[in-house]
């Protein structure tokens, strides 16, 4: 029955230091063991450290860095502004034209006035167009612009944020026309702002 039971250690008995396996894994001596664990646990290499992906609807891919860039790019202040200046003149333009085709200059002829010609009416309505697609194409690029801004350094998108760009906006404006046109059209631009942000926001 003795012969059975191992043999116990003798204290005399010291293992050598060469003899003394050295421990090379991340979770056992032995190579083999530790590939395992390593398949099973994992190892400690992270591709990226500190990302949370929540799991509402389906999978989720990681965007890739050039999908980042991307998208930091059409979210830039510069981006948000220069597709403000060309929407802006694009409806400024189809205003204008609105504008100039319904209130035509017609001349009176038992007035003694001149007829216009189909040259000179076309070359008011490009004036007219050109007129107003160039305002709104201002107006657009400095409230995109100055809303990114306060966005960016307030940290919070909200309604405060067009408020703010309305009240800037407006006083630029006016302030050619002087101080008190200044400030009035900040407070109504102000307020044409809060009221479009309002009904975008809760309609």
Not at 1 to 17: E, G, H, I, Q, T
Not at 94 to 101: D, P, Q, R, Y
């Amino acid at each position: 029955m003795s012969m059975l039971l191992p043999k116990p250690p003798n204290p005399d008995d010291k293992p050598k230091s060469d003899d003394v396996p050295k421990s090379t894994g991340i979770f056992f001596p032995n190579a083999d063991l530790d590939e395992i664990a390593k398949h099973f646990i994992g190892n400690n290499t992270r591709f990226r450290e500190n990302i949370i992906i929540p799991k509402m609807y389906g999978a989720v891919q990681i965007k890739t860095n050039e999908e980042k860039l991307v998208e930091a790019a059409f979210e830039s202040c510069a981006f948000k502004s220069l597709m403000s200046c060309v929407l802006g003149y694009g409806l400024g333009a189809a205003i204008g034209l609105f504008s100039s085709s319904v209130n035509p200059n017609i001349a009176d002829p038992m007035a003694g006035e001149k007829q216009q010609t189909a040259r000179e009416i076309f070359r008011d309505m490009r004036q007219a167009t050109h007129s107003y697609g160039k305002n709104f194409a201002v107006i657009g690029a400095v409230f995109a612009a100055v809303e990114c801004v306060i966005e960016s350094k307030r940290g919070v998108s909200d309604w405060k944020n067009g408020t703010y760009a309305g009240a800037v906006t407006g006083g630029l404006i006016g302030l050619r026309a002087g101080v008190k046109a200044g400030i009035v059209g900040a407070a109504g631009f102000a307020a044409f702002s809060t009221v479009i942000d309002y009904y975008m926001r809760h309609r």
